[in-house]
C-alpha cells in the first residue's frame, strides 16, 4: 500500500474560481459576417471561454455609440465590436464608418476613466468561426488581466490629457454642477473657459 | 381568440418563454429546466407569464406549444431559446403569425450555437444561457409588429458575362418566355470555354457543343444581346433596378453590317491576339475574335486601326459593300430597367510570370494551359499542330504541372478544381497529337466526379508517366549527359523520395483560376460581398449557392470560385431558375428592416446622406428634411446610429431593442448571480443617452 502514489490534492470547489476573475464581455456582431463566424464557430464545436455574449445588429455600422456605454454602465467589463473585413462589408462599406466611431469611442472611454483595451475590434467574415473563436479567447484573456471595471477609475481627463475633474475644482467646486462650457464640445475651449 | 383564453389589459406584456433541449445538443450542456424555471421566477416582473422547456421545438408539438399558449394563455410576445435565428427565426415567426400575433413579435435567441456548443462548464454555460434568455425577454417587450414591404417584380433580366454560365441562365429564361438583357465586355459570347479545343471527360469539341447555344442566345426573339458592352451603374433594388450600360464603339454599324468578313480579309494591319489567341496567333486591326463569333458584327482595335493612328487607309470602309463603317461612333450609354441581376462574369487565369522559377515568359518552350488549349484547337493558330515556340518542332518529351499558382501559399491557398482534369486533358492530346513521352507532375490526383476518374484510368493505360511532386524548378541549365539543348523539370518525387531531373522539350503549366481583376469594384458596384481573394460570396455556400445576400443579385459559374463547365452551366440554370420563380410571383415580401426619418425631429443637418452607400436618403431642400426611399434601404441602421437629433429609426433594431437586449443581458454575472452594476453616477443609461445626444 505505500507504493501507491500520491493523490492529487483535489481542488476546493470555489476556491479555484474565487482567485480567477471572470469577465462579462459584451460583444456586437453583424448580421453577415461576425454573427455567422459565431454560427460557424458553434457548428463545428469550436470551443472558447464563456464570458462574452453576442447581440446581434445588422450592420457593424449601426454600432450607436451608446450602446458601448450603456454596456459598461450596466457592467460589462468589456466590449468587443465586430464586423466584416475592411473591403467585405455586406453593407459596402459601413464597417468603415464603425472603425471611424470605435476609434472615437476608445478616446472617449479612456476620457471617462475606463482603459481603452476594454473596448476591442475584430473583424471576422463569415468563414472565420476559428479566428472569432481565438480573438474571443484573447479578449477574454486581456480583460481578465485587467481585472473588473473599476469605473470610475479616476477622475474625467479629456483627449488632450486635461483634467476636468481638477480643473472644475480649481474654479472652487461650484455645488450647482460644471459651469457652462462655451464653444460647445471643443475642449480647448471648455480649458480656456475652467481656467 | 377563443372565449376561455385570457385577454391581456391594454398595454400589458404577456410573454411566453420556451427552452429548447434540441435533444442533448442543447441539453448536453445548459441546464435547460433551471433556465426556463429561473425565466418563469426571476422574469415576472418583465412580463413572462409562461416558460417551459421542449425537447425540440422547431417540431410540429414544439411550435404546437407557442400557437396553443398564444391562444389560451394570451400572450403577446414569445421567445424562443434554441438555435441560431439564421435557422429557425422563420419557423417560430410562422407559428406566432398561427397563433394570431405579428410574427415580428417573436425573438429567437442563440443558446445552440453560441452557448452549449462552444463551451464546456455546464454552469457557466447555464449562467450565460439566463443571460441570453434575459437579453431576449428586454428586446421582445420593446418589439412592434411590423409588416413586410411588398415590391412588383418588373419580368425582363440583366445576365452580365456571356460565358458558358451567362448563356444557359440566358437561354433558361428566354425559353419560359421572359426578355433577356445579355451583357459581354468582349466582342463576342462564349467566354473562356470558345477557346478550348476539347472538353473534359467525353472530348467534346468545345465549339460544337457551345456555337449551337450562342448562336440560340444571339437570335432568340426575348433576347437583347449587348457585346462590346460594360454595365457601369446599377441604382435601384429587386424588382427594380435601374442598369447603366455603357455600349463602348465598335465604329461598326450593327443595323447595317451584314458579318460577311470582307473588312477583317482586307484590313492590313495584323495585330497580336492577346485575348483569344492567347498572344500566340494574329488578328487584323478590324476583327471578330473568331470565325463562329456571336454577333458576327467586328469591331475595330482603335489603338491599332492605322486610321486611327496616321489619319489614312480606310481599306475596311473602301470594301464594305454595305457602308458600315463609322469611323465617327462614339461611346453610347444605355439605361435599361430589370427585376433581377444574375452576375456570371467567370475567371482570369493565374499569371504563370510570377512564379519566376518555372521559366514562363523567360523560356520559349514553357506554355500555359490556355496556350495549349490554342495549341491543340484546330481552328487555332498552328492548326491544331502541337509544335514547340519556333512553330514547327513537334515535341518528343512534354512535361505537364499541375498546381501553378493554386494550393500554394504564396499565391493562392485554393484547389482551382478543373486543373487536374484540365492536365489530364492535354497528356491525351499530347499523346493523340504527337505521340511524345508525356511526364505529368501532381501534387494529388483530384478526379471527382461522373466519368472523370475513368478518364484518368484511360491516360494511365495510354503510358502518361505520372510524377507525385511540385517541381522546384524548370530550367535549361543542363549539366547531365541527354540535358542539352532541354528544359530540365527538378522534382522531388514522393513516391519514392528521390531528386529527379526530367529533360523534356516542352513545360505545360497548368495554370490555376483566379476573380477577375476588377471583382471587387464588381462587387460595389452590384451591392454584393465577395471574399478576401475576390470571389463572389454565396448567400449560403450549400443550400443557397446562387444567390448573395442582396434581394435580386443572383451569381453563376465560376464568378463565386473556380468551377468546371458542368457546374458553371447548373448554375446558370439554377440561377435562372431562382429568377424565373420570382419573375412568376410578380411580387414580392421584403423584411421590414428599414430606417425611417421623423421629419419632425430633423433639423436637416444631412450627416446622414453621405453615410448611406444605396443613396436611399435624399434631401427635400424646400422643406429642409431628409428622407429615406424604404424600397432603396437595405437596413444597415448606420444613419440610425449617425443621427444627432435621433430623428432615423431602424426598425427590428431600434436604440429601445437593443439597450434593453443589453440590459437583459448583463442581468446574471458569469457565475449567473445578479450582475453588480457600475456604480458610476451617469450610469443610470437615460444620462448617458442624454449626455451622448448633447
Known amino acids: 500500500m505505500s507504493t501507491q502514489a500520491p493523490v492529487a490534492p483535489v481542488p476546493v470547489e470555489g476556491a479555484a474560481t474565487a482567485t480567477t476573475f471572470e469577465p462579462v464581455i459584451i460583444g456586437f456582431t453583424c448580421n453577415w459576417c461576425s454573427y455567422r463566424a459565431a454560427d460557424l464557430a458553434g457548428t463545428a464545436r469550436t470551443k472558447y471561454p464563456p464570458n462574452v455574449r453576442l447581440i446581434r445588429l445588422m450592420c457593424s455600422g449601426r454600432l450607436d455609440p451608446t450602446f458601448v456605454l450603456k454596456a459598461f454602465a450596466e457592467g460589462a467589463d468589456a466590449v468587443m465590436v465586430s464586423g466584416c473585413h475592411p473591403g467585405e462589408c455586406h453593407y459596402i462599406e459601413q464597417n468603415y464608418k464603425a472603425l471611424r466611431r470605435f476609434r472615437l469611442l476608445q478616446r472617449t472611454i479612456e476620457a471617462l476613466g475606463i482603459e481603452p483595451e476594454r473596448l476591442q475590434l475584430v473583424w471576422a467574415s463569415a468563414a472565420e468561426g476559428v479566428r472569432l473563436a481565438g480573438e474571443i479567447a484573447r479578449v477574454t484573456e486581456e480583460v481578465r488581466a485587467l481585472g473588473p471595471l473599476d469605473w470610475p477609475a479616476g477622475d474625467i481627463v479629456d483627449v488632450d490629457g486635461v483634467n476636468l475633474d481638477a480643473a472644475w475644482e480649481a474654479t472652487g467646486g461650484d455645488e450647482s454642477g460644471p459651469p457652462e462650457v462655451p464653444g460647445g464640445a471643443n475642449p480647448d475651449h471648455a480649458v480656456e473657459a475652467l481656467q | ?694
Not at chain 2, 445576400?549 to 463565386?560: K, L, P, Q, R
Request: aromatic residues 6%.
Open chain 2, 1 to 694: 381568440m377563443s372565449g376561455n383564453g385570457h385577454q391581456p389589459a391594454e398595454g400589458e406584456i404577456r410573454i411566453g418563454v420556451y427552452v429548447c433541449h434540441c435533444g442533448s445538443n442543447i441539453a448536453g450542456t445548459v441546464d435547460v429546466p433551471e433556465v426556463a424555471r429561473w425565466a418563469a421566477e426571476e422574469l415576472k416582473d418583465q412580463g413572462v407569464v409562461i416558460a417551459r422547456d421542449y425537447r425540440f421545438m422547431c417540431s410540429s408539438p414544439g411550435q404546437e406549444l407557442v400557437t396553443d399558449d398564444i391562444v389560451n394563455l394570451g400572450l403577446n410576445r414569445i421567445v424562443v431559446a434554441a438555435c441560431s435565428p439564421h435557422l429557425h427565426e422563420n419557423t417560430f415567426r410562422t407559428a406566432t403569425a398561427r397563433g394570431g400575433l405579428n410574427p415580428y413579435l417573436c425573438e429567437l435567441v442563440s443558446i445552440r450555437e453560441q452557448d452549449s456548443w462552444v463551451h464546456t462548464d455546464k454552469a457557466a454555460a447555464t449562467a450565460k444561457a439566463k443571460a441570453i434568455l434575459a437579453g431576449g425577454v428586454e428586446r421582445v417587450r420593446r418589439n412592434t409588429p411590423l409588416e413586410p414591404i411588398t415590391v412588383d417584380i418588373n419580368p425582363a433580366t440583366l445576365v452580365v458575362g456571356g460565358g458558358i454560365a451567362g448563356i444557359q441562365a440566358t437561354l433558361e429564361i428566354a425559353d419560359a418566355g421572359f426578355p433577356v438583357y445579355l451583357v459581354e465586355k468582349d466582342a463576342s459570347i462564349g467566354g473562356h470555354m470558345a477557346q478550348f479545343d476539347k472538353t473534359f471527360p467525353t472530348l467534346d469539341c468545345a465549339a460544337c457543343i457551345l456555337t449551337p447555344r450562342m448562336v440560340s442566345a444571339g437570335t432568340h426573339p426575348n433576347v437583347t444581346l449587348l457585346t462590346w458592352s460594360e454595365v457601369t451603374h446599377v441604382d435601384g433594388f429587386v424588382g427594380n433596378f435601374t442598369a447603366t450600360i455603357r455600349k463602348k464603339a465598335r465604329y461598326v454599324d450593327e443595323s447595317l453590317c451584314t458579318g460577311c468578313g470582307i473588312c477583317q480579309e482586307k484590313c492590313p494591319k495584323n495585330v497580336i491576339d492577346e485575348v483569344y489567341e492567347a498572344g500566340l496567333g494574329y488578328r487584323k486591326a478590324i476583327y471578330t475574335p473568331f470565325d463562329q463569333a456571336v454577333p458576327r458584327i467586328p469591331v475595330i482595335d482603335r489603338e491599332n486601326c492605322t486610321y486611327f493612328e496616321k489619319g489614312t487607309c480606310k481599306a475596311c470602309e473602301k470594301f464594305c459593300e454595305k457602308d458600315a463603317i463609322r469611323f465617327d461612333q462614339q461611346d453610347e450609354e444605355i439605361t435599361i430597367k430589370v427585376g433581377n441581376i444574375i452576375l456570371a462574369t467567370g475567371y482570369d487565369i493565374f499569371d504563370a510570370r510570377q512564379i519566376a522559377q518555372y521559366g514562363y515568359g523567360r523560356l520559349p518552350n514553357v506554355f500555359t494551359s490556355l496556350e495549349f488549349e490554342r495549341l491543340s484547337n484546330s481552328a487555332g493558330p498552328t492548326n491544331g499542330r502541337v509544335v514547340l515556340r519556333d512553330g514547327v518542332t513537334e515535341p518528343k518529351t512534354v512535361g505537364i504541372i499541375h498546381c501553378v499558382g493554386s494550393r500554394d501559399r504564396n499565391f493562392n491557398n485554393y484547389c482551382s478544381a478543373i486543373c487536374c482534369m484540365q492536365s489530364l486533358k492535354f497528356a491525351h492530346l499530347v499523346k493523340e497529337h504527337t505521340g511524345a513521352t508525356v511526364y505529368d507532375f501532381y501534387i494529388d490526383m483530384r478526379t471527382a466526379a461522373k466519368g472523370y476518374d475513368e478518364f484518368y484510368q484511360r491516360v494511365l493505360e495510354e503510358g502518361t508517366l505520372f510524377v507525385r511532386g511540385k517541381p522546384a524548378e524548370v530550367t535549361e541549365a543542363g549539366r547531365l549527359p541527354g540535358e542539352e539543348g532541354k528544359l530540365i523539370v527538378q522534382v522531388e518525387d514522393t513516391l519514392t523520395g528521390r531528386q529527379r531531373r526530367i529533360p523534356v522539350d516542352m513545360v505545360v503549366l497548368s495554370v490555376g483560376l483566379q476573380p477577375r481583376a476588377d471583382a471587387k469594384e464588381m462587387a460595389v458596384r452590384f451591392g454584393i460581398s465577395c471574399s478576401f481573394d475576390g470571389w463572389a460570396i454565396e448567400k449560403h455556400p450549400k443550400l443557397d449557392p446562387v444567390a448573395t445576400m442582396t434581394e435580386g443579385v443572383f451569381i453563376a459559374g465560376c464568378v463565386s470560385g473556380p468551377k468546371d463547365i458542368p457546374a458553371s452551366v447548373s448554375q446558370g440554370a439554377a440561377a435562372a431558375a431562382r429568377v424565373l420563380g420570382r419573375i412568376q410571383q410578380k411580387q414580392m415580401n421584403l423584411e421590414p428592416i428599414k430606417a425611417t426619418i421623423d421629419a419632425e425631429s430633423c433639423s436637416g443637418c444631412r450627416i446622414c446622406n453621405a453615410l448611406c452607400p444605396y443613396n436611399a436618403i435624399t434631401f427635400d431642400s424646400a422643406k429642409a428634411v431628409s428622407s429615406i426611399n424604404a424600397a432603396m434601404c437595405q437596413g444597415c441602421g448606420t444613419c440610425v446610429a449617425a443621427c444627432p437629433a435621433d430623428a432615423i429609426t431602424g426598425t427590428g433594431f431600434t436604440d429601445e431593442q437593443v439597450l434593453a437586449q443589453i440590459e437583459g443581458l448583463l442581468r446574471v454575472g458569469a457565475d449567473g448571480e445578479p450582475l453588480k452594476r457600475s456604480s458610476y453616477p451617469v450610469a443610470h443609461h437615460e444620462t448617458i443617452e442624454e449626455a451622448v445626444r448633447a
